[in-house]
Nanobody, 127 residues
Framework: QVQLVESGGGLVQAGGSLRLSCAAS????????MGWFRQAPGKEREFVAAISRSGRTYYVDSVKGRFTISRDNAKNTVYLQMNSLRPEDTAVYYC?????????????????????WGQGTQVTVSS
């Protein structure tokens, strides 16, 4: 069982930056594809960014050029650096982990691809 704990959310003005962190338990982190999702009030949870075991990345179009996902396997942590934030980025952000694999090196964009979820961290961008 993998536990994920997000941190780094908060209130920021439009144009500002935040860095989210997600610390994972266990010893399989380096083999787990990871992702970030977000959910705004009244909306479904949506994909934001993903990173494969080897560090390949993929982003939803609305955050390309503004957000960067990265991982530090020595610290069992995945990050989401968010720059040029907009009010429409306001949401609860969730970290997700897919079960570890020795074979695939894909990025995953669907909620049902992931096996473990964090509790979420609130990001609020004021205009």
């Amino acid at each position: 069982q993998v536990q994920l704990v997000e941190s780094g959310g908060g209130l920021v003005q439009a144009g500002g930056s935040l860095r989210l962190s997600c610390a994972a338990s266990g010893d399989t982190f380096s083999r787990s594809p990871m992702g970030w999702f977000r959910q705004a009030p009244g909306k479904e949870r949506e994909f934001v960014a993903a990173i494969s075991r080897s560090g390949r990345t993929y982003y939803v179009d609305s955050v390309k050029g503004r957000f960067t996902i990265s991982r530090d396997n020595a610290k069992n942590t995945v990050y989401l650096q968010m720059n040029s934030l907009r009010p429409e980025d306001t949401a609860v952000y969730y970290c997700a982990a897919k079960a570890a694999s020795y074979y695939s090196d894909y990025t995953y964009t669907r909620t049902y691809d992931y096996d473990y979820w964090g509790q979420g961290t609130q990001v609020t961008v004021s205009s």
